[in-house]
């Protein structure tokens, strides 16, 4: 077993390499110590096991890298265990035989990249756990910007819960039922002095006939409205806003009714409060939305400079076909946003598979099919970015309703996935690609005019269609969208 580097400057991120071949443990540990982190070392399942056990993860985050074929269990038997250990450590497999079904396998089961054995895995290795760990960082910020979120709506709902209403309640047109401390207040009377007495049997001074006013008109069933300036017994005449709502019995009577006033000026300040609160809320969750997924941008960058430049052409055709649709400035910024991302889960596919030159097999291309369920996963871990989730999971499906991942056809498609789908079609066609060369604009655009109804939906092919003459601004990176 290898000791803990204390060089590295990842202090916060450990990798422990549950290797049998000593020879190539040795190899593994010192590159990931040379490439910056800390390393542990097991040379079977049941002493990885007990380390995973003692690991302290308040001092460090710990990542797996697994042998598949260990000499007292397989590492999906390992996996199983910690499995029901509760254990969420993340994990890469490496084998010595390249077997597509185990990797899909594998994959399925949360691993985070599939490797093989070969000439260049001691190299690949830093790359691998750059990204893995900087997916990690990325979620960790998702949480705290939740919590953080959460807070926030928290403190509003204080907010409200401390307004202080004047609340009472009637049992005919003319006697009270139980009141609050703050009508009995602003009265200037005593809570046992009101209930349950006449208005003609109250002390003229207790009674405020805007108080009164619309009674019988409540024990008939109609909600009562009034706002009114009313004398108070400090001297100073108060605005006050009531509202009286009827209380209906099983019978279809009015059996009694609630009544709620409150001080104009007072809730104007609170109103204003509110307002900033909530306006504040809003600013928080923006500039989080923002936050979270340039950081998910940027990592997106790091992983394939191909995938940062088709992302962007992608965001920047569905932004301007959007704002041809709905020019709400929120949602066409939804869809630019989703365009930025909508590859997001290719990061989870093994690279080897992702730019294979040749044609993949049906379980390499069924791994592929995973990335809009990847992504999308990803994305939803927010709260606030649910429908762009949404939009992400769907941009392959197809209009004909034989895309994926779940079948669905026409306004079943949600319309940002729909839009991204002919974005997406019409950039990869005219980009070149390992595999092939690309397509002239004009083949591309004659593509999706054939495609129209099958794979695309023909309205959004001629909206994109459209754009061809015009040339409004667009973006020319990530952020949001400049409108003019």
Known sequence: MSDISTKSPHRSRCVLVVEDDEGLQKLIIKRMQKAGYQTLGANTAREALKLVLQWNEENSELVLLLDQNLPDMTGREMLEVLK?????????????????RLAVEMMKLGAADYLLKDL????LLPEVFNRLFARLETEQRLKAAETLIRAAAEEHRILLDNMQFQVWYLTDPLTYGAVNETHAAFLGARKEELEYKNKLSLPENYVIEAFWRGNEALFKGKVVQIEEWVPHFSGEDRCIFIIKKPIIGEKGKVTSAVCSAED??????????????????????LKFQEDLLLSIIQ?????DIYTRGHSENVARYSSLIARKINP???????VYWA????????????????????????????LVKMHPVWGAKVLMTSEKLLDIGRYVLHHHERYDGQGYPDRISGS???????????????DAMTSHRSYRTPLTPQQAKAELVQNKNLQFDPAIVDIFLSLNSESP????GPGWPRYT
């Open 299 to 303: 990592i997106l960058e790091l992983y």
């Open 339 to 366: 365009g930025l991302v909508h590859d997001l889960g290719k990061m989870l596919v093994p690279t080897q598979v992702l730019n294979k030159p040749g044609r993949l097999t049906d379980e390499e291309y069924e």
């Open 264 to 285: 104009v000026t007072e809730r104007k300040r609170a109103e204003r409060a509110l307002l900033e609160s909530q306006e504040q809320i809003r600013i928080q969750q």
């Open 120 to 123: 260049n895995l001691i190299d």
């Open 84 to 100: 029901k250990q509760n254990s969420r450590i993340p994990f890469v497999v490496m084998t010595g035989q390249g077997d597509e």
């Open 412 to 426: 079943e498609i949600p319309l940002a996935s729909r839009i991204i789908c002919v974005a997406d079609a019409y």
């Open 473 to 476: 601004e667009v973006p020319e």
């Open 328 to 334: 709400d400035p929120d949602w066409v910024k939804q």
